[in-house]
């Protein structure tokens, strides 16, 4: 363990948030923790869509949550493996457990490569991860505050932020997809065709739903709802003065290609040079603009 500065811990190589981290052994030992056959993980580098998917999956386990019939929120359903752990005993948990997390793929628990248990990793373009990050960073205590985007620009493109690298997390991910049970998903599609992006969600999660509640789940998964839902919108973290430091939302715009309003031409060019060097060899599709249908770097998926 190493501490990079007051927000940053590195540990095998990988920068987590420490002012979020309350339970260093288990980050110690976590590579051990004993997976059950139906753990269901969601892994996501940060701002790529946790809370959207945290939402779709509460709404498609619990019956309770679609109805709105119990008020818990999704990050008591749906916990963080790695941070602010709650005082749940994890082992405890009513199974199937379901987990999100930002790990890179060589230190989630060794088990999971039974292939048993399952893995939805979500991915977003780059340049809108980068704007997301540059507005959660200034609106968190935890994390390290920016002056401007330059500057941030500048730590993301080094890893020098909780979750490291985006380049190295995708690429792990992408690279040994095959020793794990894993569904890729795209933030962009998730936006373009909600719906088919849930009963994708579902089919590998082995649930069957009805009309009625496929309905119920993409009517409640929208930004616009999810903004509005106490149980989903994470608002009571930032409610908490320890934690904002700015006016400012998780849910704060959920759109496509905001980079294009952030980035100048000169930053813009810049992060277009160090994707198409680091991403050359991933086949990955990325959509950088809703009416894009495919760019010039990447052509599709294949499995
Ligand atoms: S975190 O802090 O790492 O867990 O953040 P994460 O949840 O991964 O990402 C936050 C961004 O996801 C957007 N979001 C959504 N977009 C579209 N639709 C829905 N339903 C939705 N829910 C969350 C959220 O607004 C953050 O993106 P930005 O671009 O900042 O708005």
New binding site residues.
């Given amino acids: 363990m190493e501490n990079i500065n007051k927000y940053l811990l590195n540990y095998k190589g990988y920068n987590f948030l420490s002012t979020a981290i309350n339970d260093i052994d288990f980050i110690e030992n976590m590579e051990d923790f004993e997976i059950q056959d139906d753990d269901v993980f969601i892994i ?1 580098y ?7 998917t945290q ?1 779709i999956l509460s709404l498609i386990y619990f019956e309770e949550h679609r109805n709105s019939t119990e008020n818990v929120k999704t990050i008591d359903r749906i916990p963080f493996f790695e941070y602010i752990r709650p005082k749940m005993d994890f082992v405890k948990r009513p199974s199937p457990r379901l987990f999100a997390s ?1 790990l890179p793929y060589y230190l989630v628990p060794k088990g999971l490569k039974s292939k048993k248990a399952k893995i939805i990793y979500v991915y977003r373009n780059p340049k ?1 991860v980068l ?2 990050y540059f ?2 960073t200034n609106l968190m205590v935890l994390c390290e505050a920016m002056d401007n985007m330059e500057q941030f620009m500048e730590k993301f493109l080094e890893g020098k932020v909780a979750g490291s690298l985006w380049f190295d997390h995708i690429r792990g991910w992408y690279e040994h997809r095959h020793d794990f049970n894993i569904l890729f998903m795209m ?1 962009e599609e ?2 373009k065709d909600l719906r088919s992006s849930v009963l994708k969600i579902s089919s590998f999660l082995e649930k069957e739903l009805s009309e009625e509640d496929v309905e119920a789940i993409v009517k409640q ?3 616009q709802n ?1 903004k509005s839902d106490p149980k989903a919108n994470y608002e009571e973290i930032l409610n908490n003065e320890l934690w904002k430091r700015t006016e400012g939302h ?6 496509v290609g ?1 980079w294009k309003r952030h980035l100048t031409v000169e930053q813009n060019e810049r992060f277009d040079k160090v994707f198409q060097r680091k991403m050359q060899d991933v086949p990955l599709k990325f959509i950088w603009d809703i009416n894009e249908e495919e760019n010039q770097f990447n052509s599709q998926i294949t499995y």
Avoid: C, E, L
């Avoid at 998780?250 to 759109?255: D, Q």
């Fill in positions: 996501t940060p701002k790529s869509g946790t809370i959207w939402q930002h809108d704007i997301s507005h959660f933030y998730m936006k998964a929208t930004f999810m998780f849910m704060r715009k959920g759109v905001d």
